[in-house]
T-cell receptor, first 114, second 112 residues
Framework: SQTIHQWPATLVQPVGSPLSLECTVE??????LYWYRQAAGRGLQLLFY??????ISSEVPQNLSASRPQDRQFILSSKKLLLSDSGFYLC?????????????FGEGSRLTVL | GQSLEQPSEVTAVEGAIVQINCTYQ??????LSWYQQHDGGAPTFLSY????GLEETGRFSSFLSRSDSYGYLLLQELQMKDSASYFC?????????????FGAGTQVVVTP
């Protein structure tokens, strides 16, 4: 069966520090991968999505970046965090090359920037 | 681009029926999905409609009308554990076929 893991679950970072969130998927090949951010009490904002290695689409211009070094690994990074980067970050995957409506989410990473 | 609208909050008593509407505007469209999210947790998939009509999964049903760009999620026999946020989402087409966009979410509050 397929599983998705992301880490760390919680982190507190000072303004201006770097960030790295990692997500891995097991049990499937060539998944579509996604990073979403959710502010407290708000909806899910799509940050990046990838339909394959080296193919990353950015939805929101900001100080975040994403990389997909391996087929089932997706990393969210920042060189210098801002206060506004605080939120709940969710990694997700969907089945490759199929018109399906299901996204599978990781457990989430709660980031607080002070 | 894509935009989705859904009510911000709905309150109902246990055993009641709740309908959460979702209207969308999109340049392309594969289907409408629904997700449930409890406080502090990750969203979980509930249902997906690619064609017009009603899809039933236990106490939850979802409906889609492509001609009206409208769908809804129906929660029947409400239970306290159904208190959560519910999101509709659309999947893009053509050059953005891999992209899922979400509505702002509807907070459902179930009271005894």
């Amino acid at each position: 069966s397929q599983t998705i893991h992301q880490w760390p679950a919680t982190l507190v970072q000072p303004v201006g520090s770097p960030l790295s969130l990692e997500c891995t998927v097991e049990g499937t090949s060539n998944p579509n991968l996604y990073w979403y951010r959710q502010a407290a009490g708000r909806g899910l904002q799509l940050l990046f999505y990838s339909v394959g290695i080296g193919q990353i689409s950015s939805e929101v211009p900001q100080n975040l970046s994403a990389s997909r070094p391996q087929d089932r690994q997706f990393i969210l990074s920042s060189k210098k965090l801002l206060l506004s980067d605080s939120g709940f970050y969710l990694c997700a995957w969907s089945a490759p090359g199929r018109v399906v409506g299901e996204l599978f989410f990781g457990e989430g990473s709660r980031l607080t920037v002070l | 681009g894509q935009s989705l609208e859904q009510p911000s909050e709905v309150t109902a008593v246990e055993g009641a029926i709740v309908q959460i509407n979702c209207t969308y505007q999109t340049s392309g469209f594969y289907g409408l999905s629904w997700y449930q999210q409890h406080d502090g947790g990750a969203p979980t998939f509930l249902s997906y409609n690619a064609l017009d009509g009603l899809e039933e999964t236990g106490r939850f049903s979802s409906f889609l009308s492509r001609s009206d760009s409208y769908g809804y999620l129906l929660l029947q026999e409400l239970q306290m554990k159904d208190s959560a946020s519910y999101f509709c989402a659309v999947r893009g087409t053509t050059d953005s076929w891999g992209k899922f966009q979400f509505g702002a979410g509807t907070q459902v509050v179930v009271t005894p």
